[in-house]
């Protein structure tokens, strides 16, 4: 299915080459419309998510379910403070109806259209085909298992676009939204540092920074620590072990690094915020690294993907030649491929492959 998906997409953005105007009664609409391009590629995927067997997901049974709509929603448990947002969100919708399967599709509605949408505005200066294909393996798959931090996400997606349009306090005000939705939220904060050096004009010593950053937190894990919600990771932070680093998660950004570091500086003078965008590429690498320290800080990445996606999907654009421009997209769609057979079917990450639509239940 997954390899269906892949191929339904690079067809449609063949068929978008073409600025075709579609007659609806008496009005049109043409192919470029980003509304149009959402339902295009996202209602495949929609269907897709939301129709799956509820073994699709370690966690779609067994916590989301079980957890969150079984207890929250149905049994009325006491909501806390810690990700509550999310809680409220399941209750709400079980207020409309009270089907589970109805949970998924209004889940699976609002994160492929909010994330193929804030693509789609994007497409006059990046390649949107690769930045569809990026979303499936990198966002959509997890997305089958890691509902509330992709929800999370979306906030994030805004909070980015805020950053670029200097608009902070907004910004700020969204990852302490998303926050509520998932904890991991916060490190878009790290963003703050790259806009401010930007502003400086010293992007060598905000990228020094973004590098030093594991560094500096390290040190102070004995003070951070002590914030009541993070207290919970005292145990894991005090024993690292090589062995857990996540390192699956290095593949498609290590694949793709060598057209990034050729390319930095005409992706910059392409559009100046692409910085803070580099910026956030970089710091996929640390979020795996510290995966090493708290097994599950991988998940952290997740919040870089949207960054490191707009930059992949721009390499194209960068090329000098349309033969070049042509081995660029062909070796991303390649790394893609690569990073999805490896990351889901051989390391068989979350069990979300083989693909099974739902069985009777």
Known sequence: MYYFLFLYIICISALLKRNIRIRVG??????NNSLFKVLLYGVPLVVASACRDLSIGTDTNGVYKTVYYLGYAIDKWTVPLYE????????????????????????????????????????KYIDLKIAILSFLVLLYCFSLNGQR?????????????????????????????????????????????????????????GIFLFLLGPVIMLF???????????TKFITEVSSFNISSINSKFFL??????????????????????????????????????????????FRILYFFVPSE???????????????????????????LLVTFVCVYVYHDTDMIYPYRFMVRE
């Open 220 to 230: 102070s894990f004995s003070f951070i620590i002590k914030i009541p919600l993070l």
């Open 309 to 335: 996606i707009i930059i992949v999907a721009q390499l194209g654009k960068c090329a000098k030649s349309i033969k070049q421009r042509n081995f660029i997209n062909i070796y991303i769609t390649f790394a």
């Open 26 to 31: 008496r009005n049109s609409i043409t192919t």
């Open 149 to 205: 931090q992709v929800l999370a996400g979306i906030f994030c997606l805004i909070t980015i676009e805020l950053i670029e349009k200097e608009k902070v306090l907004w910004a700020i005000f969204l990852v302490i939204i998303a926050s509520f939705f998932h904890i991991t939220s916060v490190i878009m904060f790290v963003y703050f540092f790259a806009y401010i050096a930007q502003k400086i004009k010293k992007r060598i010593v």
């Open 252 to 297: 498609f950004p290590l694949l793709v690094a060598p057209l990034v570091l050729v390319y930095r500086k005409q992706l910059i003078c392409m559009k100046s915020s692409n910085y803070i965008h580099l910026c956030g590429y970089i710091f996929i690498f640390t979020a795996v690294l510290f995966s090493g320290y708290i097994w599950y800080a």
């Open 84 to 123: 509550c947002l999310y809680i409220y969100y399941v209750k709400l919708v079980y207020m409309i109806n009270q089907n589970y399967r109805f949970l998924l599709v209004i889940t699976s509605v609002i994160i492929t259209f909010s994330y193929i949408y804030f693509f789609a505005r994007r497409s």
